[in-house]
């Protein structure tokens, strides 16, 4: 188990090792329990007192949605990262035998790449990366073009990107999308604890234009890797193509920073995100969601293309912004 000092030594692993992701750093274990009072369970692996594999994993027990533990609730990637077999099985093994006397309903490993043939799985989400080619130029030309006379459309708009030190103007463009979509928003205090705690690894590029705000995305760095990971514009966005600029803005400020790969993270398919996604040229990527069930008897379906949540969707597109920022965060803290 990871220790409260040994941040650093997971992280050192964890950036090491070629399959690990920005999900797995040992950050997400504080992220988690004081923005949603979730328990944290993250296992390690030693052999001659190094570590030789790591698994985040997070407790969510809810009267709503079950009690679940996962590799890693709030994220796209997950699961067991391992330099050898003997420390993926000993840590599966921990995993299953935590999850077995938690008495949750499954244990969820959130892969890249299929682990366990035999268990049941989900075959719902696919990630969507591309690699950065050097020159901003080529970047725009690869962009296919209907997409990218979106994006000369908010150039001749006059937006602008900007670099912001908090989370103050974020909050207020992703809550007013998610709003439009009848999802809950996470808390304020979730966002800044995510700037607090991974810095300047965490981003938040705001797009405004004469000095009004648009749209703004807060974006991970690992590594070489980019990964816009929660975004949304204001109402005005639309006619501007707020969002379509924005992330231009993203990809070209990565490019020249020398940065490789543009991570535009998961969605699930037959949404408009997946649309949106493919229409930039990026191809889909299958994401392997494997459960191992324990008092459950069939994948849990927590996710709003369920047909049971339509009802409450429209609902809460109804509802003033204000209130659902209110009601919100204690409704999707429990999601994961």
């Not at 650093?8 to 504080?30: C, K, L």
């Not at 009848?182 to 304020?188: C, D, L």
């Not at 324990?294 to 597109?317: C, G, H, M, S």
């Amino acid at each position: 188990m990871l220790g409260a000092q040994e941040g650093a030594r997971w992280d050192a692993y964890v950036n090491a090792h070629p399959d690990a992701t920005f999900f797995h750093r040992a950050g997400w274990r504080r992220v988690i329990e004081a923005a949603f009072g979730h328990r944290t369970h993250f296992l390690l692996a030693e052999r001659g007192g190094e570590i030789v594999g790591v698994l985040p994993l997070a407790e969510i027990r809810s009267r709503l949605f079950g009690h679940g533990l996962g590799s890693l609730p709030f994220c796209a990637y997950g699961g067991i990262v391992a330099d050898h077999d003997a420390a993926f099985r000993a840590l599966d093994a921990a995993a299953q035998s935590l999850a077995q006397r938690l008495g949750v309903g499954a244990l969820e490993y959130r892969n890249q790449a299929p682990q366990h043939a035999h268990w049941p799985t989900k075959d719902l989400y696919v990630t969507f990366r591309k690699v950065i080619a050097p020159e901003v130029d080529a970047n725009l030309n690869a962009i296919p073009r209907k997409q990218r006379a979106m994006v000369r459309k908010g150039i001749k708009a006059g937006l602008v990107g900007e670099i912001d030190g908090d989370t103050s103007r974020f909050f207020r463009a992703y809550s007013a999308s998610v709003h439009r979509l009848g999802t809950p928003v996470f808390s304020r205090k979730y966002f800044r604890l995510l700037k607090e705690e991974f810095g300047s690894d965490c981003e938040v590029l705001t797009i405004t234009q004469d000095g009004k705000l648009i749209a703004s995305v807060l974006s991970f760095y690992f590594r070489d890797e980019v990964l816009p990971y929660y975004g949304g514009g204001v109402d005005a966005a639309r006619a501007v193509a707020g969002n379509d600029f924005m992330y231009w803005d993203l990809m070209r400020r990565a490019c020249e920073r020398g940065l490789k790969v543009f991570d535009f993270g998961r969605s699930k398919r037959g949404t408009g995100s997946f649309d949106f996604k493919k229409n930039w040229g990026f191809e889909p990527t299958p994401l392997y969601y494997e459960y191992f069930l324990v008092k459950d008897t069939e994948v849990p379906e927590v996710n709003p293309l369920n047909p049971k949540y339509r009802l409450f969707i429209q609902a809460w597109k109804k509802m003033p912004l204000a209130l659902a920022n209110v009601i919100g965060p204690h409704i999707v803290k429990n999601l994961g």
